[in-house]
Each structure stands twice: as structure tokens, then as C-alpha cells.
């Protein structure tokens, strides 16, 4: 009998260096997301999963009399609880970035810029890795078209089969692949054994469709009575490793921390950041 061997990985995405230009202009023929279609403009996707980038290391580069910032990147995907609160994982939280900030597309090709003033990771990430989860406070509110994203309630009773996964990642697993990444996707998962006590929840990803490298943060969304409900975010995948070393990261478990099982710590959290 053949032994299946799975590992995990976290699935933020360093894209190395670029100028506050190429930041604008760079990416706009990537692919992302696993298996998925690309959002068009029009789509209502738009207003609900963002573009999150976490600039660091700055290097000024000198050309003549023109001077340059180069920064390394490394790509998200986030959605908001209200205009100012966005919600992503922990793990895209940086304590060494020089910023991190909401890119939204324009209707002339170019990105509107929402840094963010504070970011708070779950207390317990750290020590379990399970609590995957932050919540930003933006600088100033996103434009008034973005769709905030309903949590679900306390008494509310998920019985998840089926999630709607949309994010700015990769569409392939694979290093020696050119995965793309930067343009929003979406896709429809399949959970797999989902309980409402459980801190994360997995979804199938052995038919060629799922989350990936630079999808972290990025929300699970469900229709109830007609509202858009985000019910886990984006945490890691679980992969099989292929036996010539050239691995498929996205291969077998796409997994999401259940929002209903932290309630209480985002509704306290995002009080606190309101305040502010």
C-alpha cells in the first residue's frame, strides 16, 4: 500500500522588487486562483474580495537626476466588515513592512491606494497557528460602491457543502510554472467535513480547482437570504509532494479558519479598531 504524505503551506506570495509604478502596472496580465475565471470589471466580485500588498524592504535606487523606491512585495487578498475594517488572515500581517495597503482597480486602468493604519493579528496565532485571522484598520474609508461582507450570527446554523473561494493568487501550485498572480479569480470548492465547533474547515482541491499562493486572507463566501456572507478566510493548503521534487503546493486541501468559531474576538476587535 502507498503511504500518502501531505505537508502544509502557508500562502502569502513574495513577488520580489518593484517600483511604486510597476506596482500599478506590472501585474495586469496575471492569472490567479486555481481552476477559477477571471472576475471581470463589471462583476459585483469586485466590491467584495480586495487586493492586499505588504510592502517591505525599501531600497532607493539612483538613475541620473531620477530617484526610485524599490520594495519587495508580497500579495494577499482581503474583504471588508465595514469601510474602514478589513478582514485577512495573521499571517499577512508583517511587523517589519514598511506598509500595508488595500489596491483597488480604477475605471482608467490604474489602482486607488488604502493604507492601512493598524493591523491586529489573533493573540493566539501564534501558539496554535489555528487563529488565522487579522482584522485592518484603513487610513480612510473604501469608496461607497464596496460591498461589506455580512458575518454569519451566533445562533446561525452553517452546514457548509459549498463555498465560493475568490482571490489575487497563484494558478498553479508549482514553482517551475508561471503561476500569475495579482488578478482576482473565483471559484466555486467543495467543503469536506465541516463541523461548527471546528477552528478551520477544509475544502477539495484533488480536481484541479483551488486556493493558492497569494489567496491568503482572501474570504469564503455563502448567499444566506440573499446576503453575502464571508464564513472562513483563507489560511493554507496541504499538498502531496511529488516524487521529482517539483511540487504541486495546491494539490490536495485548500484550508480556511471558521469564522464562527472566532465571533467573538472579531466583533471586540473591530469595536476596538472603530474607535480609533
Same mark, same amino acid.
Given at each position: 500500500?502507498?503511504? &500518502?504524505?501531505?505537508? @502544509? /503551506? =502557508? #500562502? ?10 510597476? +506596482? ?14 477571471v ?81 491586529i ?8 497557528? &489555528?487563529?488565522?485571522? @487579522? /482584522? =485592518? #484598520? ?10 461589506? +461582507? ?5 445562533d ?18 508549482r ?37 493558492c499562493?497569494g ?22 493548503t ?8 517539483n ?15 472566532? #465571533? ?13
Amino acid at each position: 500500500m502507498r503511504k &500518502l504524505i501531505v505537508f @502544509a /503551506l =502557508m #500562502l502569502s506570495a513574495c513577488q520580489g522588487s518593484f517600483t511604486t509604478a510597476e +506596482l500599478h502596472s506590472n501585474l495586469n496580465n496575471a492569472d490567479s486562483i486555481v481552476g477559477g475565471v477571471v472576475v471581470s470589471s463589471q462583476d459585483p466580485l469586485n466590491q467584495k474580495a480586495f487586493s492586499l500588498r505588504v510592502l517591505s524592504n525599501p531600497k532607493t535606487v539612483q538613475e541620473g537626476d531620477a530617484t526610485t523606491t524599490l520594495y519587495s512585495v508580497s500579495q494577499c487578498t482581503a474583504s471588508a466588515l465595514s469601510p474602514r475594517i478589513i478582514l485577512t488572515a495573521a499571517h499577512c500581517v508583517s511587523s517589519t513592512a514598511t506598509v500595508h495597503r488595500i489596491e483597488l482597480p480604477t475605471d482608467d486602468g490604474k489602482k486607488a491606494i488604502y493604507n492601512v493604519a493598524k493591523a491586529i493579528a489573533h493573540p493566539d496565532y501564534a501558539k496554535n497557528g &489555528l487563529s488565522d485571522l @487579522a /482584522l =485592518m #484598520l484603513l487610513e480612510v474609508s473604501l469608496p461607497e460602491n464596496i460591498e461589506v +461582507l455580512k458575518l454569519p450570527s451566533k445562533d446561525m446554523v452553517l452546514n457548509l457543502k459549498t463555498i465560493q473561494a475568490a482571490g489575487f493568487g497563484r494558478m498553479d501550485g508549482r514553482k517551475t510554472v508561471p503561476g500569475g498572480i495579482g488578478v482576482l479569480r473565483a471559484v466555486n470548492l467543495d467543503v469536506i467535513n465541516y463541523s461548527p465547533q471546528a477552528p478551520v474547515f477544509f475544502v477539495d482541491q484533488t480536481a484541479g480547482k483551488g486556493i493558492c499562493q497569494g489567496d491568503s486572507g482572501g474570504p469564503a463566501m455563502v448567499n444566506i437570504n440573499g446576503k453575502t456572507h464571508v464564513v472562513g478566510v483563507v489560511s493554507k493548503t496541504r499538498y502531496t509532494p511529488s516524487p521529482d521534487g517539483n511540487h504541486d503546493y495546491c494539490n490536495f486541501r485548500g484550508q480556511y479558519v471558521n469564522i464562527s468559531v472566532f #465571533l467573538d474576538w472579531i466583533h471586540t476587535t473591530a469595536a476596538q479598531l472603530s474607535q480609533q
